[in-house]
Structure formats: structure tokens, C-alpha cells
């Protein structure tokens, strides 16, 4: 089975709608996970938007990066520049990409406001991952 891990800073909103959409999206050939440099907690606007179009990520949770998952990863993808920056170093045979999204945890304003955003970011993380290519 393949292995991705997707990896932000906090593992509060981007890397958990990008580890519900990798469950969904992916198949059973993959393995699928997602972790931070820090521990945010679950985002709840990432919940929301997430059931929105049918993932549920309620019974997600932020967790650290962990070195031994990350090293036997076929695929680490970054979703913003911290994460990228503080990875730890991978071996050559994993292969690492980046997206990098603004934080939608961000955004000030009145909830429709945050929302919109969340949803932004959601549906670009979504288009990414139909996009991945595989060898």
C-alpha cells in the first residue's frame, strides 16, 4: 500500500481537509494521513465546509509529524511554507511536493466571511488532489 501525508503548520485545517479528501478521492491503494510542526487542534469551519460536499473529518485530530511515517511515505505534500521549511529531512525516495495555500484560519471577519474562505482553500485542496499524477 502507498503512503501520502499531507503536513502543514498546525494540523488544524488544511492538511485535515486535505487527508478527508485523500480518503475519499485516493482509493484503498493509499494510505493516508496528515500531521503539523505544531498541534492546533481540529479547526470546526474545516468540520463544517468539509460536510458541506459529504466528508466527514469530525473524528480527525492535529497530530505531530511523525519521522517514521514521513520516512516510509511515498508521496509528502506541504501546504504552506513552514511546513515545507521545517520538515524534517525525508530520504530521496520520497517524493515531496508543495502547495502553498494561504490559511483560511486567517482570515478575519464575521463568520460568512471566514466561511468563504474555508471553502476557497477546501475546493482548491480538492482540484490538487484530483490532479496528482503517480508513476
Known amino acids: 500500500m502507498k503512503r501520502i501525508y499531507f503536513l502543514c503548520t498546525g494540523n488544524s485545517c488544511r492538511s485535515q481537509m486535505a487527508e478527508g479528501f485523500g480518503r ?5 491503494d493509499w494510505e ?3 500531521a ?3 498541534t492546533h ?7 463544517k465546509v468539509m460536510a458541506e460536499v459529504g466528508i466527514d473529518i469530525s473524528g ?3 497530530k505531530l509529524i ?5 520516512n516510509s511515505c511515498d508521496l509528502v505534500v506541504t501546504l504552506c511554507g513552514d511546513a515545507r521549511d521545517k520538515c524534517p529531512v525525508t530520504p530521496a525516495t520520497v517524493k515531496k511536493l508543495h502547495w502553498p495555500l ?8 464575521s ?5 468563504v474562505e474555508f471553502r476557497k482553500i477546501r475546493d482548491q485542496i480538492k482540484d490538487l488532489i484530483l490532479t496528482l499524477k503517480f508513476e
Open 36 to 38: 503539523g510542526v505544531e
Open 66 to 70: 511523525d519521522v517514521d511515517y514521513l
Open 24 to 28: 475519499e478521492l485516493l482509493g484503498n
Open 102 to 109: 494561504p490559511d483560511p484560519a486567517a482570515v478575519t471577519g
Open 32 to 34: 493516508v494521513a496528515s
Open 60 to 62: 480527525q485530530y492535529s
Open 41 to 47: 487542534g481540529l479547526n470546526n469551519y474545516a468540520v
Open 111 to 115: 463568520e460568512s466571511e471566514k466561511l
